[in-house]
């Protein structure tokens, strides 16, 4: 398991509401959070997904912005 931070445009509860199901669906993604106290918004998840790509597809398809916190 590793860990993948993402800045990301989901800003108050009723985005994080949005992609929980998305988030909670896929089977490969143990636990995440996003922490929307902070400026860039991240979203740390706990993951078996070896490429950050499919988290991106996912929260794009969702309509938020996100991209790969190096």
């Known amino acids: 398991m590793k860990t993948i931070k993402f800045k990301t445009n989901i800003n108050c509860s009723g ?15 143990i636990k ?8 860039e ?3 740390s998840i706990n993951t078996e997904i070896e490429t950050p790509e499919k988290v991106i ?5 969702a309509g938020f912005k996100i991209e790969e916190k190096h």
């Open 32 to 39: 995440w959070e996003v922490d929307t106290n902070n400026p």
């Open 41 to 43: 918004k991240i979203l």
């Open 57 to 61: 597809e996912l929260i794009t398809k």
């Open 15 to 29: 985005c994080v509401a949005k992609v929980t199901p998305i988030l909670n669906n896929e089977k490969e993604i």
